[in-house]
């Protein structure tokens, strides 16, 4: 897809505010692509994200935190796709208006690395829900968790 | 149910582990009840665990960590019920190895407040899985969110 | 609420509907109360319905197709609680478009019973989707199962 | 894999008792593969699985069903992988312990088609509990629904 200003323009204003969202900064959560197709998003270890002592390993809500967060923006990018040559302040109200309405985590293996790479992919994109899924590795390319989420997108 | 003192010291281990998990630190979850039916704990609204800007609304991930965590504890203390009798050291083993397997969170109303008061209940204590429900309402009794999981016990 | 000549037509639709339905009638659905607070649906045991031949229990799918139309069931009451002097054409209209988002379903006990009653309601009405939760229980008034589901209602 | 006569024994139990199940034969499944790694089920289009009159579309609860039944089918298979050597009795046993303990399913798309296929893969094979997704296709390749589910396999 050939990319307008106002589409890299979008793109910018979604990594800004992704990475200004408060507590995606007690997350640690910054972007590492906006590739409509293979979107990511990066957490680093930190001692605050511990959930348990004797494993050193993330607190679910940490996982299921970052999951949330990866299915809204797979969500909004799928929606992007269908906006192409809409100015930027109609791309960017419909970024506002993107809700979580329900998630699905699954824990697979205890949250350990250095730090985690969340993933995801639109299932179906509606007019008024788009569904996703997600999943989150570690530095050693082993799945921790998946998860499955239904977002309003308009 | 007549406490034991080994009952009575579960307890304090359990209240002090929950407020001492760094990440349930950085969520400031405090302990209201450990009532063996009617557990709840306390989420006090700052400006870190923000998702939202314009609301003022708790990010999504706070929601579901506080549930998530809410019911591991709800099915703790229903094994706990089975437990009656047995050394301190015994239960406390079994509270390290509660783990999420599962989680469902309906988003169902913005999480605005000055605080928020988790409950839950268990739908089903088995021998290795028990199943629960999980609710958080705001200060004015809004229903913010439900949950259910399914979690290792054993 | 006092109910109008059209509210009365559009419940006695609903139930003509609901026991119409092929598939409903392959699982023996009928409707016990189309009360807008506590509507109930009964399933009878069957041979053709035995997922275990061991226990002679309900095949899982048989209590999530339940639950998944009672989830739909309530979602449509609930709206119907909104429209109150609505002529009835609207009402069907609006019957119509209910749909399953999404559904989740938690299988507490083997499915073991001369009949089961599906319960349910809602958690939120939304104007474009409900969320509900539901139940069934074997008439032993055990918990056999429940689920959450997200409905579109427009 | 090298295939042992105990595992094309179990593996032709496990069509046998699939295609023998009541309700599965009410849907009307049949395998159409037990390749361990990709398993297929399919789903004829009978009127009788109808849900919906006016689009002629599976019932929500036929796509549940058989997503269910999907993905108990692929956490047996994964378990199957680790009892190569392992006597007939030992494998058959296991299989008839194989439980769902939940289930998500996500609706795409409206089940219109001739005849649809079930797949699933394995997300994590555990002791006790193993995690699975799955998928619905229709004739035309179209994907109809997806699910996640956790199962007992001990």
Do not use: C, W
């Given at each position: 897809?050939?990319?307008?200003?106002?589409?890299?323009?979008?793109?910018?204003?979604?990594?800004?505010?992704?990475?200004?969202?408060?507590?995606?900064?007690?997350?640690?959560?910054?972007?590492?692509?906006?590739?409509?197709?293979?979107?990511?998003?990066?957490?680093?270890?930190q001692?605050?994200?511990?959930g348990?002592?004797?494993?050193?390993?993330?607190?679910?809500?940490?996982?299921?935190?970052?999951?949330?967060?990866?299915?809204?923006?797979?969500?909004?990018?799928?929606?992007?796709?269908?906006?192409?040559g809409?100015?930027?302040?109609?791309?960017?109200?419909?970024?506002?208006?993107?809700?979580t309405?329900?998630?699905?985590v699954?824990?697979?293996?205890?949250?350990?690395?250095?730090?985690?790479?969340?993933?995801?992919?639109?299932?179906?994109?509606?007019?008024?829900?788009?569904?996703?899924?997600?999943?989150?590795?570690?530095?050693?390319?082993?799945?921790?968790?998946?998860?499955?989420?239904?977002?309003?997108?308009?």
């Amino acid at each position: 897809m050939k990319k307008t200003k106002a589409f890299a323009d979008i793109l910018g204003i979604v990594q800004e505010i992704t990475e200004k969202i408060p507590f995606n900064q007690v997350l640690g959560l910054t972007v590492e692509s906006l590739d409509l197709d293979h979107p990511s998003v990066r957490l680093t270890m930190q001692p605050q994200l511990i959930g348990n002592f004797i494993r050193g390993s993330l607190h679910g809500g940490v996982i299921s935190s970052t999951l949330d967060f990866m299915g809204g923006l797979v969500a909004f990018l799928g929606v992007l796709k269908t906006m192409q040559g809409q100015p930027l302040q109609v791309m960017a109200e419909r970024f506002a208006r993107i809700g979580t309405i329900d998630l699905r985590v699954d824990y697979l293996r205890p949250g350990i690395g250095s730090h985690f790479i969340a993933t995801g992919y639109v299932l179906r994109t509606g007019k008024k829900v788009s569904v996703t899924r997600m999943e989150l590795h570690n530095d050693e390319r082993q799945l921790i968790a998946v998860g499955t989420g239904a977002y309003t997108v308009a």
